[in-house]
C-alpha cells in the first residue's frame, strides 16, 4: 500500500450497514460480515456499525470487547424478520421482493438518517442485498458512496435448490422466488457506486446482468493466525465431518443427501461421521448411532474441524463461496465438496481438494482418502498453502480499502 493510501486511508470514514450481527459468530455470514469489521479496524479505518437485530440473530453489547465496541460504536436495531404469511403471500402477486423487503425497518431506517446527518462518512459499505432497501434514504440523506458487499447473488440459491427438489409445487414456488429475486438484483445493482462480489463467478454473473457500476473480486478471508496448522494428535483417525447452520436451505439439502445417499455406502467401513452446526434437525439427530455422532450446536468450530480428518461438504445448492470450507482448508484439511461447493475457491483438483459430484465419486474419494492416509496429508498441506497465498484477510482487506480509494478519488 503506498504512502499516501496510508495517508487517506486513516481518514476514510465507513458506514457498514450489515443485516445480521458480526457476533456471535453462529454461520458463515456473521464470520464474514466480522472479518471485514475487524480487517477495517486493522487498517485504522474510522469504522462505525449499524446492524440490524432479529429473533434469530440478537443483539447484545455482551458479544463484543470492550475494543471492538469502543472503535466501532456498534449499535443493533430489532426488526421483525419473521415471516408474516399474509405478507409472503401478497408479495406472490406483487413485483415485492419479499425475501429482501422484510429487512426494512423503520426504526433502523430512522436512526439511520439521525447518522447520516451528523455523520460525514465518505463509503456507506452495505453487507449483502438484504441492506439495499435502505438506498434510496443513503441518497437523500448523504453523498457518500455506496459500497455493496455481495455474499451471493441471492437468486441463484434459490434457482439452484428448485432444480434439485423432486417436488414439483415446491419447484415451481422456488423458481418464482428465484425469479422475482433475479429482477430485484438487475434492478438494484445499477443503484450502487460500487459491488465487491465475493468470487470471480460471481462478478461474472453480474458482468452478464450488465452490470453498470465498477466491480471487483474482494473474497472471503481469514485471519491465519486463528486457525492451528499443526497436526492434532487427538484427531479421530478415519474421521469424516460436515459443520454449517442448519437453517440455510442448501446445507440442509446437503445434509439429506448425505444421509440419504451416501452414508449407507460407509457406514460398514471403519469410518465415523459427526455432524455439527446450530439448528440441527430432530430427524438428524434420531439417526444417531456410534459411528454417526450428531453434534449439533458446538461451543467452539475450529476446536471440532481440528479434531477430524475429513470434510465432506455434498453441495447441491448455494452462491457466493463456502465460509467452512475456506477454514476447514485453512487447518490443514482433507475437503471433498461439490463444483457448487468449491465456487470462489482457486482450487486445482486432486491437489488442494477433492471434487466429487456424485454420490459414487464422493464415496470413492473417501475409500481412496482412508486407504492411503499420506493422501490426507499432502492434500491438507497444499490446501493450506492456498489459503495462505489468496485468503489471507489482510490481504483482501487491502485490495477492499484500496477500492474504496478509487472511487473516492
Not at 487517506?8 to 460480515?33: F, H, R, W, Y
Not at 447452520?245 to 444421509?259: C, T
Not at 474441524?305 to 463456502?322: D, K, T, W
Amino acid at each position: 500500500m503506498s504512502n499516501l493510501l496510508k495517508s487517506t486511508v486513516a481518514e476514510m470514514k465507513v458506514l457498514q450497514l450489515s443485516n445480521k450481527p458480526p457476533q456471535p459468530i453462529t454461520d458463515g455470514g456473521c464470520i464474514a460480515i466480522n472479518n471485514i469489521a475487524t480487517g477495517l479496524l486493522d487498517k485504522n479505518i474510522d469504522l462505525k456499525i449499524l446492524t440490524v437485530a432479529t429473533q434469530k440473530h440478537p443483539f447484545s453489547e455482551d458479544n463484543f470487547t470492550s475494543e471492538f465496541k469502543e472503535r466501532t460504536k456498534i449499535e443493533g436495531v430489532f426488526a421483525d424478520t419473521r415471516v408474516n404469511i399474509i405478507d409472503a403471500f401478497s408479495a406472490l402477486v406483487t413485483s415485492d421482493s419479499y425475501n429482501v423487503s422484510r429487512f426494512f425497518s423503520p426504526d433502523f431506517n430512522k436512526r439511520l438518517i439521525e447518522l447520516l446527518e451528523t455523520g460525514e462518512f465518505e463509503i456507506v459499505h452495505l453487507e449483502s442485498l438484504f441492506m439495499t432497501p435502505y438506498i434510496h434514504t443513503i441518497r437523500k440523506y448523504s453523498s457518500a458512496k455506496i459500497v455493496l458487499r455481495s455474499h451471493n447473488l441471492e437468486h441463484l440459491i434459490w434457482d439452484r435448490l428448485a432444480n434439485s427438489t423432486a417436488n414439483t409445487a415446491k419447484r415451481l414456488y422456488l423458481k418464482h422466488l428465484a425469479s422475482k429475486l433475479k429482477k430485484y438484483e438487475y434492478q438494484t445493482i445499477n443503484d450502487v457506486d460500487a459491488i465487491a462480489a465475493i468470487s470471480f463467478e460471481d462478478t461474472s454473473r453480474y458482468e452478464i446482468l450488465n452490470c453498470r457500476p465498477p466491480l471487483k473480486t474482494i473474497p472471503f478471508g481469514i485471519d491465519l493466525d486463528k486457525y492451528p496448522f499443526e497436526k492434532n494428535e487427538k484427531s479421530i483417525p478415519n474421521s469424516i465431518f460436515h459443520i454449517g447452520s442448519m437453517d440455510w436451505e442448501p446445507n440442509k439439502e446437503a445434509i439429506n443427501w448425505l444421509l440419504d445417499d451416501i452414508w449407507p455406502q460407509l457406514e460398514q467401513l471403519d469410518v465415523s461421521l459427526h455432524l455439527a452446526g446450530r439448528k440441527m434437525p430432530g430427524y438428524v439427530s434420531q439417526q444417531a448411532s456410534e459411528k454417526l455422532i450428531v453434534h449439533g450446536e458446538v461451543e467452539s468450530a475450529v476446536q471440532f474441524m481440528a479434531a477430524h480428518e475429513i470434510m465432506i461438504a455434498p453441495l447441491l445448492s448455494g452462491s457466493g463461496m463456502r465460509v467452512k470450507i475456506i477454514e476447514a482448508m485453512g487447518m490443514g484439511k482433507a475437503v471433498i465438496t461439490t463444483k457448487i461447493g468449491a465456487e470462489g475457491i482457486f482450487y486445482k483438483q486432486g491437489d488442494n481438494i477433492i471434487i466429487a459430484d456424485t454420490a459414487e465419486d464422493i464415496v470413492t474419494a473417501i475409500k481412496d482418502l482412508i486407504d492411503n492416509p499420506s493422501e490426507i496429508k499432502r492434500i491438507g498441506d497444499n490446501a493450506r498453502k492456498l489459503i495462505e497465498s489468496h485468503y489471507d484477510n489482510n490481504k483482501i482487506i487491502d485490495n477492499l480499502v484500496a477500492f474504496y480509494q478509487t472511487l473516492l478519488s
